[in-house]
């Protein structure tokens, strides 16, 4: 555990909401329950259990959003999960957020994101990168530190979301956002949410569009079994997809043959009883296959994990060694939604890690 906590990270599947601290989640509750604004007990059952199912954690999630739709929290948590994040030496993250409204506190879209983006800005004890350079700025990591130099490090990259919830109007305006917020480090657009409601073909003008203007595109693919979705969002050739659970042979065949990289959430799968072992899981074979993959915690929060704890999860159930793991990290770097120059830099630091682990082969065997 030592070791993967240790490695440098990439982590490009993380939900803002589901990554909320625990001791911050209830903080919140036990506020508005002083206040006699909420009545958990219906919900009780649900925030005790281990296992959710997915219908389960949605709720869990309409909780959540109860809690933390203002303005003031939002920014906190954004702040304390790139903490956390950086804590646990992860160097580049995509975060991922569903813009809100919230009439009640005069929240819109754009002023949620801007909550957020007052959260990246606030960091202190982190060394943050969030805006797309130019090809001629500095790198993060390119310059040594000062000497007794510990802060941390990290690349963060937004990716706003589109909830399966939402109309087609709502969508379109999450992507004329993520647009306008491009300068501030919005690379991309996701599509998520309760995978059992909602046609994904209602967003794909909104998809298309944000594709036609230079945004990066990833969906949340075959959660729940939907043969004809599936194949339809492999045909749209996102850049990549997240999960990817339920596929049938001939969707294997054609995720395969498209090379398009699959966000791999262990721990999510299993504890939404989405993939019923581990032992089943398309993570070891699309490993073998050495199908582009990239280990994620999709809601570290919300499922108790993080991405130290996935890493030593493949590895426990895959048989993966230092090497492997070291690897399969390094690889991530070639598909994340950033430009040319911070992907040289992420490879120049990880064969600095690889050489600083000293003789390479003693300490990655
Ligand atoms: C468990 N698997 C999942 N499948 C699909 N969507 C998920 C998800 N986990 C999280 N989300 C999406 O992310 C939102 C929370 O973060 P934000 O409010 O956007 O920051 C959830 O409401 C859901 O829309
Ligand atoms: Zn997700």
């Not at 791999?264 to 993570?283: A, D, E, G, M, Q």
């Amino acid at each position: 555990m030592e070791w993967c906590l240790s490695m440098p990270k990439v982590e490009l599947h993380a939900h803002l909401n589901g990554s909320i601290r625990d001791s911050t989640l209830l903080e919140l509750t036990e506020g508005l329950i002083r206040k006699g604004v909420m009545d958990i007990s219906e919900l009780e059952h649900i925030i005790r259990k281990y296992n959710r199912s997915v219908a389960e954690v949605f709720k869990l999630f309409d909780l959540i959003h109860i809690l933390t739709t203002d303005h003031t929290t939002v920014t906190r948590i954004t702040k304390e999960v790139i903490e956390d994040f950086a804590t646990e030496n992860v160097v580049y993250l995509e975060l991922r957020t569903t813009p809100k409204r919230n009439d009640s506190v005069g929240m819109t879209k754009r002023s949620y994101v801007e909550a957020v983006l007052k959260g990246l800005r606030s960091i202190t004890s982190v060394e943050v990168d969030f805006i797309p350079h130019c090809e001629d700025s500095k790198s993060l990591f390119s310059s040594l530190p000062p000497i007794g130099h510990v802060r941390k490090r990290i690349y963060v990259r937004l990716l706003l979301s589109i909830d399966r919830r939402e109309t087609a109007e709502a969508a379109m305006e999450t992507v004329k956002l993520a647009l306008e917020m491009r300068p501030f480090g919005v690379v991309g657009i996701d599509l998520s949410g309760n995978p059992s409601i909602g046609d994904w073909t209602t967003y794909l003008p909104a998809l298309k569009f944000a594709r036609e203007q230079g945004l990066y595109v990833t969906l949340h693919c075959g959660e729940v079994p939907n043969s004809e979705e599936i194949k339809n969002m492999l045909d749209f050739r996102p850049q990549r997809i997240g999960h990817a659970c339920h596929l049938e042979d001939e969707h294997w065949r054609q995720l395969k043959s498209s090379k398009i990289p699959v966000e791999i959430c262990l721990t999510s799968n299993i504890r939404t009883l989405t993939i019923r072992s581990i032992h089943v899981h398309h993570f070891g074979d699309l490993y073998k296959a050495k199908h582009p993959l990239v280990l994620c915690t999709d809601d570290s929060g919300v499922f108790s994990t993080s991405l130290t704890e996935e890493y030593k999860y493949a590895a426990d159930s895959f048989g993966l060694g230092r090497r492997e793991m070291f690897e399969l990290s390094r690889n991530g770097i070639e598909h994340i939604f950033a430009n040319s120059q911070v992907k040289e830099d992420l490879r120049n630091f990880f064969n600095s890690v690889a050489k600083k682990y000293g003789s390479v082969t003693k300490a990655l065997s």
